[in-house]
């Protein structure tokens, strides 16, 4: 019943911030309580005039799939075939933009760790650290277009900028602290016989962190992890570009900056309505009639399902899993689940 009324929630909550693309919610003037923004008519007979930029947006967003399978070795302690990298990367993209819960990347440490023997707390604390490393890629680039020709703009975002970079900085920190601490913490706790389940926790938790301990290490992520990055901004500034703003190349890491903050946390069950409503209000924020800003939310988001989810369907194909088992959670979750509470016992490393 709980899940039901959650999943009810979520598309009720969806549809509305999705509605905000299309229409103006009137809750306290007179009059009707939705209002179109532009004639929806004249829209869909205009949609095909803006299909000139969806071609390269969505080859710019496939490639990100082999980028972050290139990506995530840098946080991996022993050497994984590209091609697995990248079929678990690409399940994990077609998770994330077809089914309810963002939860790609929490699928895909399971994978990894279900594949290559490998503790399922370590590999999400890789991927974890290149999640971060992307968002810290992404905050540089977006304080960079600042100072570019379209700068005066994008002034506008400068409090929510400062806000996302402090939330940067200190992500980072208490990332490095947790690589740090975590072993000398649960190595207190094993010289005193308590808390074993949360020594073996904090173990597995500086494992998967261990690449945040050496500041070589993180630069060599950081550096693999600018190839997502620019490859997204620049799809999504070309997007910017062919609904008729100028400069829009150099906004795309600001739009992508406020589609990544708004969908950060996994399991919100409105992310579609949020990718509307955020593509939408950053896109008329920098310029563009409500008209091209709705086409614009609504081409991104066909073009990103088409690129990322096409080429993830052909991975879930090829590894032979059942879509079945991923929509319901099945089999998959349920061995997530006993993974993690079989590791959470496991007596500490000596």
């Known amino acids: 019943m709980g899940r039901l009324l959650l999943a009810v929630v979520g598309v009720v909550l969806s549809g509305v911030l999705l509605s905000t693309a299309f229409f103006r919610w009137n809750l306290r ?22 299909l000139k930029w969806l071609l390269p947006f969505v080859l710019l967003q496939a490639s990100i799939i082999p980028l972050r399978a290139v990506q995530w070795q840098g946080t991996l302690r022993r050497r994984v075939p590209f091609k697995e990298r990248y079929h678990l990367v690409a399940i994990g993209a077609f998770v994330h933009n077809v089914l309810p819960g963002k939860l790609g990347d929490i699928l895909r440490s399971f994978l990894l760790s279900r594949t290559e023997r490998i503790p399922f707390l370590r590999c999400l ?20 277009s600042l100072l570019g020709p379209f700068g005066a703009t994008l002034s506008r975002f400068e409090g929510q900028l400062k806000v996302a970079v402090s939330l940067c900085v ?44 050496s500041t070589r290490g993180l630069a060599r992520v950081f550096f693999f992890s600018t190839g997502p990055v620019l490859a997204s901004a620049l799809a999504y500034g070309l997007a910017l570009h062919g609904i008729g703003i100028s400069g829009g190349l150099a906004a795309g890491a600001v739009v992508l900056g406020a589609i990544s903050l708004g969908q950060a946390l996994p399991g919100v069950p409105a992310g579609m309505g949020l990718y509307y409503f955020v593509t939408s209000w950053a896109a008329r924020g920098l310029g563009a009639s409500p008209e091209d800003a ?25 590894r032979k899993i059942r879509v079945r088992d991923l929509r319901k959670g099945g089999s998959l979750a349920r061995e997530a689940a006993h993974h993690v509470a079989h590791e959470s016992v496991e007596p500490a490393p000596p």
């Open 125 to 144: 604390g890789t991927v974890a650290v290149c999640k971060l490393m992307e968002f810290a890629a992404l905050m540089l680039l977006v304080s960079a």
């Open 170 to 213: 200190g992500l980072v920190a208490l990332v490095v602290l947790l690589a740090h601490w975590s072993t000398p913490l649960a190595d207190a706790l094993h010289r005193r016989h308590r808390l074993p389940r949360l020594e073996g926790l904090l173990h597995h938790v500086s494992d998967g962190l261990g690449t945040a301990r």
């Open 29 to 50: 003037a007179p009059g009707p309580l939705l209002e179109p923004r532009f004639p929806l008519g004249a829209f869909v007979r205009e949609l095909p005039g803006h």
């Open 294 to 318: 709705a086409a614009f939310a609504t081409l991104t988001h066909l073009g990103t399902v088409l690129s990322q989810a096409g080429v993830g369907a052909i991975s879930v194909h090829v």
